[in-house]
């Protein structure tokens, strides 16, 4: 099943996601300081080409984590958070995009707050 809503979510905006997250890594990649971030972001855009059967664990225990949060939300995370909510609300119109709604919530979840965070395969 897991395989199954994948391929259909490639197809349902999975693809332009995940190129949002390639574009934003790649923009952070320009500078030095940027270079982890950008790497974070490249490693996070996996979860928009697969979501199904998936989960986000968020580690709060890191003030380092916290702080690069912050700017995070500042510079690209809340414009990211903010297109995923919409596309979510966009599929969540339908009884059949409801699934693929909840994807992006969950990835507008992880667009706000990606440093601690953690993909889990859910069995």
């Known amino acids: 099943m897991n395989f199954l809503g994948n391929l259909i979510w490639l197809v349902c905006g999975g693809l332009i996601s995940a190129i949002l997250w390639w574009f934003v890594g790649a923009v952070w990649c320009i500078t030095i300081i940027g270079i982890p971030v950008g790497l974070q972001c490249f490693k996070l855009s996996s979860i928009s080409l697969?979501?199904?059967?998936?989960?986000?664990a968020i580690d709060d225990s890191n003030n380092v984590s916290f702080l690069i949060n912050l700017v995070w939300i500042v510079i690209f995370g809340l414009e990211l958070a903010v297109a995923h909510f919409i596309f979510g609300c966009f599929?969540?119109?339908t009884i059949i995009g409801i699934p693929f709604g909840r994807q992006y919530f969950k990835i507008a979840k992880l667009a706000l707050f990606p440093f601690g965070a953690r993909i889990v395969r859910r069995r």
Not at 50 to 56: A, E, H, I, M
């Open 50 to 56: 697969n979501p199904f059967g998936k989960d986000v």
């Open 91 to 93: 599929l969540c119109l």
